[in-house]
């Protein structure tokens, strides 16, 4: 089956430093997705993508993140400014279509901010 | 604004029985509920998904049921394993195309 990629699997970071989490989705791929999960809590969603542009965000997503498509393969997180409370698994999420399709996950990123 | 809850939040069984998830959702206007199977520090493994049209899905020892109506789904492990520990999450999809998920049911199965 085909798999969304997700580099690094681990990033160890200073508070207040940049950050960009980048993902590989899958190829055919429309729409593509960033979630959360915090240590104990529930997986958030973030943001998703189509077209180019945000199609959707959570009030999560403030102005310290943003996410860009910068080729035909990549989609990339990025923090600007860490926080701790930034700490969690990032995931990354594709889907062919809209609407009742079917999302498939990436093994994830966890980010450590100290 | 949709919520979903998964009880009971955690479970342990003897290897052999069976397991009984369940799910429920507070807005029943979805596209669809995935179950996802989660081992520590892992990624999000994709079990099932139904589609709302749907009553259920089947896939070996999985079955999970969906009753849109009412707001749950149950998740079903026939003859657990060992191998079968993990935290199973369940999500719906709905309008805008994101996923709410629920805060998992974290399973041991003794052997």
């Known amino acids: 089956e085909p798999e969304v990629t997700q580099t690094p699997s681990h990033q160890v970071t200073q508070m207040g430093q940049e950050v960009i989490l980048r993902c590989v989705p899958i190829?055919?791929?429309?729409?593509f997705y960033w979630y959360r999960q915090i240590l104990g809590q529930k997986v958030e969603f973030l943001v998703s993508?189509?077209?180019?542009?945000?199609?959707?965000k959570s009030e999560i997503f403030d102005d310290q993140f943003s996410v860009e498509r910068p080729d035909g393969s990549n989609f990339t997180l990025k923090i600007r400014s860490t926080k701790l409370e930034d700490s969690a698994m990032y995931f990354c999420?594709?889907?062919?279509?809209?609407?009742?399709?079917?999302?498939?996950f990436g093994s994830g990123t966890q980010l450590s901010v100290l | 604004k949709q919520e979903v809850t998964q009880i009971p939040a955690a479970l342990s069984v003897p290897e052999g029985e069976n397991l009984v998830l369940n799910c429920s959702f507070t807005?029943?206007?979805?596209?669809?509920l995935q179950w996802f199977r989660q081992d520590p520090g892992k990624g999000l493994t994709s079990l099932l998904l139904?589609?709302?049209?749907?009553r259920e899905q089947t896939s070996g020892r999985l079955n999970a049921s969906l009753d849109k109506s009412s707001g749950r789904s149950t998740l079903y492990i026939a003859a657990s394993q060992p191998g079968d520990s993990a935290t199973y999450l369940c999500?719906?999809?709905?309008?805008?195309?994101?996923?709410?998920f629920g805060g998992g049911t974290r399973v041991l199965v003794k052997p």
């Open positions: 999420a594709s889907s062919e279509a809209g609407g009742s399709e079917k999302l498939f």
């Open positions: 993508f189509y077209n180019n542009e945000i199609s959707e």
């Open positions: 190829s055919n791929h429309l729409y």
């Open positions: 999500a719906v999809k709905a309008a805008g195309n994101k996923l709410t």
């Open positions: 807005d029943s206007a979805i596209y669809n």
């Open positions: 139904i589609q709302s049209s749907q």
